[in-house]
C-alpha cells in the first residue's frame, strides 16, 4: 500500500494572522475533505463544503503535566488511521481518536524517554499503537545527527 502526493486542486485553507500555522488534510474515500489547522496550542478542524472551508470543531492542546500550565508549541501534525496526532517541540505527541472530524475521546499523551538533548521534527502512529519520532541529536559543535525513536 503506498500513498501518492499530488495536488488535488481544493481551495486554500482559510488564512490566519496568529503567525506560523501548520496543516494536515485528510481525504477519506467516500467522506468530505477535512484539515486540521495548528495555531498556538489550539487546532481547528475544517470541512470543505461548497468548494469553501469551514470550521467545524476545535481541538486544545492539555496544559502540561505538572500543572504549571504552559503552552506547548506545536511543531507538526498528521492524520491517519482515524487519529489526529500532535508533536511538540519538548517531543511530546498527543494523539485523539477522531471520527467525522471530531475528537472522539481525551488526548493520550505519550512523552519520550529521557535522554540527550533532541531537536524534534515529526511523529507518526505506527500500526502497532506505538510512536515513532523523527529527531535530531547533537554530535559536535553545530553538527547533527538524525535519528529515528520509536
Not at 496568529?18 to 494536515?24: E, I, N, Q, S, Y
Not at 535522554?115 to 502497532?128: E, S, Y
Not at 523523527?134 to 525513536?149: C, I, M, V
Request: aromatic share 6%; net charge negative.
Amino acid at each position: 500500500d503506498r500513498s501518492l502526493c499530488s495536488d488535488l486542486g481544493l481551495p486554500k485553507l482559510p488564512s490566519y494572522a496568529d503567525g506560523k500555522v501548520l496543516a494536515v488534510i485528510e481525504a477519506k474515500e467516500d467522506q468530505p475533505f477535512r484539515a486540521a489547522v495548528a495555531l498556538g496550542s489550539q487546532i481547528l478542524m475544517h470541512q470543505l463544503v461548497n468548494s469553501a472551508w469551514h470550521v467545524t470543531a476545535e481541538v486544545l492542546l492539555p496544559f502540561s503535566v505538572e500543572g504549571q500550565g504552559e503552552s506547548h508549541e506545536i511543531i507538526h501534525l498528521v492524520a491517519d488511521h482515524g487519529k489526529l496526532l500532535v508533536t511538540t517541540s519538548e517531543g511530546s505527541v498527543f494523539q485523539w481518536r477522531m471520527q467525522d472530524g471530531q475528537a472522539i475521546a481525551e488526548a493520550e499523551r505519550e512523552a519520550p524517554a529521557a535522554g540527550p538533548r533532541r531537536q524534534w521534527h515529526a511523529a507518526c502512529a505506527l500500526p502497532t499503537g506505538k510512536v515513532a519520532r523523527l529527531a535530531s541529536k547533537r554530535r559536535g559543535a553545530g553538527e547533527w545527527q538524525p535519528e529515528l525513536l520509536i
